[in-house]
């Protein structure tokens, strides 16, 4: 069995976090650490570790993280200059927290997508 993470405390409202949105299948937070103006993290409800772990009936909480990411860009005021999502996989991507995540990232340029730097 996967290991619960602090997002699991989030989902349940034991810790505190500014939540944004939530429903039956996802939730939406600020990042507690916003690497830009608007850095919101979108989340299952239930734990899938990485990317690796999603299973066919996973999908429609993914498809559910993607709507819930567009509405809060449109909800930000970002959705028109754009914006980025991310989902990090295992150490190389640096992946942290082990409950999926997708970050949405936007308010200012972002500038290349990849650091060039190894
Ligand atoms: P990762 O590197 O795993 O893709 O990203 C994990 C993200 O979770 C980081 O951006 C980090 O700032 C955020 N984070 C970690 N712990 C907490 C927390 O307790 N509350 C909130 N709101 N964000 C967190």
Redesign the pocket.
């Known amino acids: 069995m996967a290991e619960e993470?602090?997002?699991s405390?989030?989902i349940r409202r034991e810790?505190p976090?500014?939540i944004l949105f939530q429903d039956e299948l996802v939730t939406a937070?600020?990042?507690?650490?916003?690497?830009a103006p608007t850095?919101i993290?979108i989340i299952p409800n239930h734990l899938i570790p990485t990317i690796n772990d999603i299973k066919a009936s996973d999908e429609k909480a993914l498809g559910r993280m993607m709507s819930v990411a567009a509405k809060l860009a449109r909800e930000e005021g970002i959705a028109e200059d754009g914006y980025r999502l991310?989902?990090?996989c295992n150490e190389h991507?640096?992946?942290?927290?082990?409950h999926i995540?997708m970050?949405l990232v936007g308010g200012h340029s972002l500038g290349p997508m990849l650091s060039k730097k190894r």
């Open positions: 993470t602090i997002f405390k989030i810790i976090a500014d937070f600020r990042d507690i650490s916003a690497q850095h993290l991310i989902l990090n991507a640096g992946q942290e927290v082990f995540h970050h």
